[in-house]
């Protein structure tokens, strides 16, 4: 794979560096996002976030970047108060 800069006046005294890139494989939108450590995994399967007062609500898992975890299900929505580990 090469790598080419967008302008290459930037790098034309460069006679070698190091060089970072981010591949962005999916993205979403409007998606409901909560901290991995949230997530309480079943022992019959499936995950599940845990309210304050104990109570767990089942959730479906999507995608997972950055420390967050898309979610959705019955009984989740924004601005719910969570137990989470971190």
Request: no cysteine; charged share 20%; proline share 3%.
């Amino acid at each position: 794979m090469k790598v080419r800069p967008a302008h290459s006046a930037d790098v034309a005294k460069i006679d070698a560096a190091s060089v970072q890139v981010v591949f962005t494989a999916q993205t979403r939108k409007n998606v409901l996002v909560v901290p991995v450590g949230a997530l309480l995994a079943l022992s019959e399967g499936g995950y599940a976030l845990q309210r304050p007062g104990g109570k767990l609500v089942g959730v479906k898992t999507g995608l997972f970047a950055k420390g967050l975890v898309e979610v959705s299900g019955a009984g989740v929505e924004e601005g719910d108060v969570l137990v989470t580990a971190s």
